[in-house]
Nanobody, 115 residues
Framework: QLQLVESGGGLVQAGGSLRLSCSASGSVFSINVMGWYRQAPGKQRELVADITRGGTTNYADSVKGRFTISRDNAKSTVYLQMNSLKPEDTGVYYC?????????WGKGTLVTVSS
């Protein structure tokens, strides 16, 4: 079993920054890829960024150059540094990982960017 808990969301003005954290507990030694997804009101959930255990990253085009994903394997934690935030970045941000073919999701943290 695996549990993911996100934190760090909040309300920020356009152009501001937030840092999200996701801590994993349980069978963390088998985790390879950890990712951040987001779901805006009325839209489908989409990948924001993900990172392998070795540090290889992947970003959605909409956040390249503004967001940075990183992880601390010793702490089983993945971070998402979000800079130059835009109103269209508003949504619930979820952490996800996959273990033995099963996807595990956190409950999400709300990010609201005001114009």
């Amino acid at each position: 079993q695996l549990q993911l808990v996100e934190s760090g969301g909040g309300l920020v003005q356009a152009g501001g920054s937030l840092r999200l954290s996701c801590s994993a507990s349980g069978s963390v030694f088998s985790i390879n890829v950890m990712g951040w997804y987001r779901q805006a009101p009325g839209k489908q959930r989409e990948l924001v960024a993900d990172i392998t255990r070795g540090g290889t990253t992947n970003y959605a085009d909409s956040v390249k150059g503004r967001f940075t994903i990183s992880r601390d394997n010793a702490k089983s934690t993945v971070y998402l540094q979000m800079n130059s935030l835009k109103p269209e970045d508003t949504g619930v941000y979820y952490c996800r990982t996959t273990l033995i073919g099963n996807h595990y999701w956190g409950k999400g943290t709300l990010v609201t960017v005001s114009s």
